[in-house]
């Protein structure tokens, strides 16, 4: 094990705004982090991933945001609030009753993380945001939350969403990029309060030089749901990490993912889920596919807590291999302390089904274009779930755009 | 015009050998009903004719107006005017059928934008829901309403010959009649040509043949009128199964069957 150097110095945390407390919270985690070693593939949570080839101290942390520009697909979206975020920086936000956006006060970040990357957010971070819904309150519009990354170098956007009990709140968080050679560290917190309905929609759309790792966190108080929806279509070494705590009784988790590889894109899912409290509902599902000399990696930990009786959990990865270059690995688990609890779990990686294919030719579809139609429809279910429709129609056609036209690797 | 041949056709499956030497002409405007048992090879005939993967021709030849189709792919041998409506249709989800109508008018050059007219017509004529028309292709649909989704896309593609395998497997009688009716108005109207595979001969009380053959042995035993299908329903198949032709599979040469009561 041996430490890396950091991408950063005792000074560069000092030039970061924030609270005294916020700074001394930011040294803390540095010093955690000089103790921490990076991850390597040797360590479960990122096998088969291409994390050996990061070098961190290449990406020097952006000391301040670069232009503004919109973001097309963020502005698409009808908002009851924005919050635009440029290299980690809040540039902007716009927000009223019952939505408040604020800087976090130290009291409201928790206890430090313990991963390596996550530490480095906590240390770099430069503007925990927390997005906060009133108690009782429907949102009737989603909070969009524009991630741009126009500079090179690494980035540390962190917002947190805490819905008081019994409100309901969709949130759209849209991740792009200029073109440039950079590393984004993204950590969204979700805390759904009692019977609270929160609705995460996120898509990734950064370029091909930009690595992102990115993660999100939500706990879910007793009667509360989570829904999550994601789309993973940029970025080159792309980690989308979710640790989701059902803490309360009779919570739930619906998490719907869908990803394209394409060139040497990696696609790197990890999910945890924690049941926790009793009668708690988990239902993941992740769809993707892997082109060209792409790789996907999906692993799925859903563990069930010796007090969670009642609870239900299923969970789903199916992937199709479009190259013979690239490649796909399914890994989803279970861990059961309680017996009264349903349980499925279901992975698929191969090829385009060859009946289907057969099928569609015999109506005198030619190959390639049944192969298109085949791989959209495999997605549909899973794009058709995303609750914002600007989102769910720019990863089809996305998806559409890389079955027609095919991209060099 | 259009005429199928099929002449002295073999196909294997992996190494079975399944057909042994079919003969048969199918011309337009013309009906054939092929019946034989199960496991006689049928639908395998139906397979081999579509180029379903998995089947090898070994010898023989299959032309559709002269033109060779071992030598083409599915969907060429569907471009040139065979249709195959399969006996257990394929789900795939997420993709709507007027998609897949109306790639396969591009790919044939006829004008796409004419298919959803085509496809409400084509429902209505055999008693199809418009609302079927919208659901993902075979996903949700029963077996009954798959023929008739099957039965519906011979009608859009209007194809030259159509083997239809099992068509009345999962219909009632209803839809069976409204089904049966739509082959015959496309065999009079587009002088469509057809072979219809069945085990039972329900299918031939609607569907009203031409030529009936009987299929056993992987091969057209006897070829006739409706006195064929008579000659079933009286004496079933047997007299046309050839006991030595039962696929067996040998052991490493050295017996026939190692699980043979060797005092037998």
Known sequence: ?409 | MATLQIENLWASVGRTEILRGVDLTVASGEVHGVMGPNGSGKSTLAAVLMGRPGFTVTAGSITLDGIDLTALSTFERARAGLFLALQHPIEVPGVALRDVLESAAVARGADPALVGAAMVTEATRIGFGESFLDRALNVDLSGGEKKRNETLQMGVLEPKIAVLDELDSGLDVDALRLVSRRVEEATSERSLGVLAITHFSRLFDELKPDFVHIFANGRIEASGGLELVEQVEAEGYGGWVDQRSETTVTFGGLSDDPFADPFA
Not at chain 1, 193 to 213: F, I, K, N, P
Not at chain 1, 245 to 265: D, H, K, P
Not at chain 1, 343 to 363: I, K, M, N, W
């Open chain 1, 1 to 409: 094990m041996t430490l890396t150097p950091l991408p950063f110095t005792n000074e560069t945390i000092d030039a970061l705004p924030g609270s005294a407390g916020l700074t001394e919270r930011r040294h803390a985690a540095a010093a955690a982090l000089a103790e921490t070693p990076w991850p390597t593939t040797e360590a479960e949570e990122w096998r088969y991933s291409p994390i050996g080839k990061l070098d961190v101290t290449t990406y020097p942390p952006v000391a301040a945001p670069g232009p503004v520009r919109p973001v097309d697909l963020a502005d698409a979206v009808e908002a009851s609030a924005r919050v635009a975020i440029v290299d980690g920086f809040v540039v902007h936000t716009d927000a009223s009753d019952p939505v408040a956006i604020a800087d976090a006060a130290t009291n409201q970040l928790g206890d430090l993380p313990v991963a390596a990357f996550s530490l480095l957010a906590a240390a770099l971070a430069p503007q925990p945001t927390v997005v906060s819904v009133a108690a009782g309150a429907a949102v009737a519009q989603p909070v969009v939350i524009s991630n741009l990354v126009t500079t090179a170098g690494s980035s540390f956007p962190h917002v947190i969403v805490e819905a008081d009990s019994d409100s309901e709140v969709t949130v759209v968080v849209v991740h792009q990029s200029a073109d440039v050679t950079a590393l984004c560290v993204p950590r969204i917190e979700v805390r759904a309060g009692s019977a609270a309905r929160v609705t995460l929609v996120e898509l990734q759309d950064l370029t091909r030089d930009v690595t992102c790792l990115g993660r999100v966190s939500a706990t879910v108080a007793d009667q509360g749901t989570f829904t999550g929806w994601t789309a993973g279509l940029g970025g080159g070494f792309a980690r989308h990490r979710l640790d989701c705590t059902l803490a309360g009784r009779g919570s739930a988790i619906i998490y719907n993912g869908a990803y394209f590889g394409s060139g040497v894109q990696a696609r790197d899912y990890r999910v945890f889920v924690d049941h926790v409290g009793r009668d708690t509902t988990s239902n993941l599902r992740f769809s993707g596919a892997v082109d060209d000399h792409s790789l996907a990696v999906y692993t799925g930990m859903i563990r069930i807590h010796p007090d969670a009786r009642g609870s239900n959990a299923t969970q789903t990865n199916r992937n199709i291999t479009l190259s013979p270059d690239a490649w796909a690995e399914s890994v989803p688990n279970l861990e059961i302390e309680n017996n009264d609890v349903q349980c499925s779990h279901a992975s698929t990686v191969g090829p385009v089904d060859e009946d289907q294919l057969f099928y569609l030719a015999s109506r005198g579809v030619p190959d390639d274009v049944a192969t298109q139609l085949i791989v959209a429809g495999f997605f549909d279910d899973i794009i058709s779930a995303s609750p914002v429709a600007p989102l769910a129609d720019a990863a089809r056609r996305d998806i559409r755009r890389r079955l027609s036209m095919g991209e060099p690797s």
